[in-house]
């Protein structure tokens, strides 16, 4: 490594340009202003993987409509507890894209956030009765008292049209409609926010620079081994404290690190494609995010959905995420990413976790079977009237999803994201992607705890932390009032 070009030190480097490490370096910076950061990202342009619009489906999850967040106990009730944390942590991150838009660092918060209704859509009378509990058991929170739930066909017309045209109708159906969902573009989110940050002081943007390798010196320091992809050119910079947001290429990374919290973890990789319509009669026809129950063994982001886009200015309308299976971690990654992340300590885990979801493993097998035909059946359970000739297939993000060591079970899949971190907090990683950047603002404060205990405890830092997220360290979901305000503020500020 000495023989590398040795580039100023800082305080952070941030691996990745996508909506994690924009997040995080622009909360440091706001609230310490002489922070000085170095952000590295392996493409040529900011927020190219999951980040991007197209690559990911841009619903500000809130658990209006997602039913994987409420799932039915073994005694027929329904757990809410995730959905509640997760429409909680949504209202936060548009908190804190409030501030952001009234600080001026974004133009206009059209180009990121847009209100499209969330619906959940389900058919058969096990699932109608399912979504009835559902919508009952969210009733008694005010985070989704605006919820209204229907049997009615023609209720559901209304909200959802070309849902219902061509349906049979005496199939029994039911829905439950939030107005106030809305679609993301973190793409263009992201963007703005590294725009901002980058023409800050002590901050530089590094594109088409890849980080190869890391290691903590004895002083504590971490060296950071960078290889610029246009000149091949190597060189090193240390830096006090790293974040590894390099989505799903943060296992390798985190492996790499060395440090002892990294042992046991190892990845499933989960691609993605879409349907996208081509003929905008049909797109202007449709006007909401209708999402369904997902088939058996499914992973929860391969839950079908309908999905109203609004992506640079225009409306787009998808179909999917139709699940597939690539040994890839990033859509622009290598065919050798799985095999090379499989090490003696990981391999029980993931072994156990393999055979432990036989289910998982059979869906994602029968998914990338699929014929043109199935495709369409599949888009017809939501548009009985659809024609494959109005749809062009996409291929959609990279998804990780992360395997966990467990003592009990050899080796779990876990679903949703996870902050890997070392003891003395100079590094972290984020693992895994759902709800992912929806709740991107929460898990960077999270990682902040535990990185920088004593700065989050200061008086500085909470002050300034109110000041962007009003309602910190407060339960939107016991303080009606406050969600009400909250709500009120930002969907004022966002234009919602
Ligand atoms: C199909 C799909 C649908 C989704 N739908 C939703 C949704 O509806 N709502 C929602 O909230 N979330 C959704 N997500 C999840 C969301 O997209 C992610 O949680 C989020 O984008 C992750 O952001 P990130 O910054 O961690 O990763 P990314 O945006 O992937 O950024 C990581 C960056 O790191 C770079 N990088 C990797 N390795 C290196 C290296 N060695 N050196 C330098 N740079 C490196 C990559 O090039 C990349 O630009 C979806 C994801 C997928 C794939």
């Known amino acids: ?78 757990e809410i507890s995730k959905a509640i944390k997760i429409a909680e942590q949504f209202e936060v991150s548009k908190e804190f894209w409030s501030y952001i838009v009234k600080q001026g660092y974004v133009d206009k918060p059209q180009t990121f956030i847009s209100k499209v209704p969330h619906i959940s859509f389900v058919w058969g009378q096990d ?26 066909p023609e209720r559901i017309a209304e909200w959802t049209p070309l849902v219902m045209e061509g349906r049979d109708r005496s ?10 969902g809305t679609d993301v573009n973190f793409g263009s989110l992201t963007r703005c926010m590294i725009k901002h940050l980058a023409k800050q002081e002590g901050v530089t943007l590094h594109l088409h620079n890849e980080i190869k390798e890391l290691f903590q010196h004895k002083s504590g320091e971490w060296h950071i081994e960078v290889k610029d992809l246009h000149t091949k050119e190597r060189s090193t910079i240390h830096a006090g404290f790293v974040f590894i947001g390099a989505g799903g290429g943060a296992l390798t990374l985190l492996e790499r690190s060395g440090i002892p919290e990294a042992k046991g973890y190892g990845g499933f990789p989960v691609s993605g494609q879409w349907l996208v319509c081509k003929n905008p009669d049909i797109v202007s026809r449709h006007q909401s995010k209708v999402y369904g129950k997902a088939s058996v063994g499914a992973p929860p982001m391969s839950v079908p959905h309908l999905d109203t886009r609004i992506i640079n200015g225009k409306k787009a309308l998808l179909f999917g995420p139709y699940a597939g ?14 095999p090379l992340s499989i090490s003696l300590h990981n391999i029980r885990p993931m ?27 599949a888009l017809q359970d939501y548009l009985p009237n659809a024609r494959m000739d109005d749809w062009e297939l996409e291929v959609a993000g990279q998804r990780v999803q992360v395997i966990k060591k467990d003592e009990k079970e050899g080796g779990i899949l876990q679903f949703g994201t996870e902050v890997v971190s070392a003891a003395d907090g100079s590094i972290s990683a984020l693992l895994g992607a759902s709800p992912g950047a929806s709740v991107s603002v ?6 902040m705890g535990r990185c920088f205990p004593d700065k989050m405890n200061s008086a500085s ?19 009606r009032e406050l969600l009400e305000n909250t709500r009120n503020h930002t969907s004022e500020v966002l234009g919602l």
């Not at 199939?171 to 106030?180: D, F, K, L, N, R």
């Open 171 to 180: 199939q029994p159906v039911a829905a439950t409609c939030m107005g106030i």
């Open 325 to 338: 299976f690539s040994t890839k971690f990033l859509k622009q990654g290598s065919y050798m990413d799985l």
């Open 127 to 152: 699932n109608v009765e399912y979504l009835r509990k559902r919508h009952d058991a969210l009733d008694d929170c005010h985070l989704f008292s605006d919820m209204q739930f229907t049997d009615n």
């Open 442 to 447: 929460s898990i960077m404060l999270e990682l």
């Open 461 to 479: 830092w909470q002050d300034k932390i109110r000041q962007m997220i009003p309602s910190y360290g407060q339960s939107l979901a016991d303080n």
């Open 351 to 377: 072994l156990s976790a393999g055979i432990r979801n036989m289910q998982l493993t059979k869906y994602l097998i029968d998914q990338v079977m699929q014929s043109r035909e199935e495709r369409l059946d």
């Open 1 to 78: 490594m000495s023989k590398n070009k040795e580039e100023k030190p800082v305080d952070v480097v941030l691996i990745g340009a996508g909506i994690m490490s924009a997040t995080l370096g622009l909360i440091l910076k706001e609230l310490q202003p002489d922070i000085t950061i170095a952000i590295y990202e392996r493409l040529d342009v900011v927020a190219g993987e999951s980040s991007d619009a197209w690559n990911n489906a841009g619903t500000g999850h809130s658990a209006f409509c997602e039913l994987n967040y409420t799932p039915e106990r073994e005694d027929g009730t329904i």
